[in-house]
């Protein structure tokens, strides 16, 4: 008796292991999702799964080949994160969302195929796998960011007509992927394709771009007639926002413009003119262009984006008609030779990092009224000289309070006006306080110090 139970026991076991050394040998293929989706896993695949609810919560096995039980909707977060054995997975009709870091650096991963009833790709899920080839189904509406991010050997992408949004960096460093249709697509978050194979793109459907979304790619933009909404400049660092043209060749000054939006002013030396068909000047427009000295902008700008001028570590002069309205953060971030800048008088705030790092500014105009937010992590370059003759007063000491040397600090949301008696003659200045920050601006032609969270600095003369 006791050998007739033993015999039986084995038996689920001889049968799986049979089915495992055929399915190992050349040339044949053993149909898992026929053997192993019959209502219950065989007893040794049963034990690598645990599923909760219909959430695949975690693999504990080593198989390259894996198929995921019948009855699964989700694939929960981590479950298969780093397993490094993996090569292949199935998944079952049912299977509606894959959770973030689900697949993470699954470094062998080479083979999937999605089902069907997909709808959800989360968060980094197949981030660093070996994907080489990936069919979405119909259904699906987004992918979330970094899905596939550093999937270096991913060459072919078939995206559904379903497809709408791509999230930030999804496809970023996939350096092996050369085409891609986004026929269907409506925005396309940060860095998406950054550093992809990519020469060629039809983006004539999309409504949003993010910032850098092409950035490192050889991209002919040369086609391009209109822009989409910009979130930043989603061509910087791109070979066509380097070179489009070959302007420098030529001996003159040119722009990569589309539809009144500078994208790049890379192909400029010496002094630079806007062209007056101008209305903006995109986001990192001209960063890091070490050969321009000064730039006139005209009045049919009405707009800069941040970090349009960025380490333009030889511009020494802006000027700026007063159609200008608005200034993206760190416009002028790190321009080292900076000393002279024309701001419009239509400008009403001064962002983050607008100046900072312009260790030799000694000249700006500014309009009688400014709101300048003040960040945590480091100050305005708003200076101070004690040589001059002077008294400050300030009319509201409940918002802000003005010392002998003309440090000003912030102390309450609201408005302020200051007033300085310099040899006799008064200036004033109206401060507005935002978001706890100190915030001034100087009065005429003198220099003030502006002391922010304790933090020091820089000193250049301040003219009206």
Known sequence: MKKTLFVITCLPLFFNSYALLKAERPGDAFDFSAKTNMGSLLAQDAEDFI???????????????????????????????????LVEVVFPEGVEKIEEYAFFYCTSLENIEFPQSL????????????????????GMERIEEEAFYNCFFLEDVQLPESLFYIEKMVFMNCNKLEEINLSSVKEIGDHAFESCALTDVDISAVEKLGTCVFSETEIDFSRLEHLPELEGNAFVRSRYWREYGNGKDKGENTFWIVD??????????????????????AADAFMDNHEITSVYIPDSVT??????????KELEMVWMEDSVEKLGKNVFFDCAE??????????????????????????YTIPEKLTLRVGSEYSYPLPFNSVADKEWKCDNEWVAEIGRTGKVCAKRQGTAILTATIYGKEYTCTVKVVDRSVCVFPCRNYNIDLYTRGMYCQRFEVIW
């Open 338 to 363: 900076l000393a002279e800048v024309y701001l419009s008088k239509q400008i009403r705030e001064l962002p983050i990092g607008t100046f900072e790092r312009c260790g030799k500014l000694k000249k």
């Open 51 to 85: 599923i909760e609810d219909n959430v695949l919560i975690k693999y504990r096995g080593n198989k390259a080949r894996v198929v995921i039980p019948d009855g699964v909707t989700i694939i929960g977060s981590d479950a298969f994160r780093e397993n490094e054995s």
């Open 303 to 312: 707009e800069i984006g941040e970090g349009a001028f960025w380490h333009c």
């Open 119 to 138: 709808r959800n790709i989360s968060k980094s899920a197949f981030e660093g796998t070996a994907l080489v080839r990936l069919v979405l189904p119909d």
């Open 260 to 281: 009144g939006v500078l994208l790049s002013g890379q192909n400029c030396r010496g002094e630079v003119i806007i062209p007056d068909t101008v209305k903006k000047i």
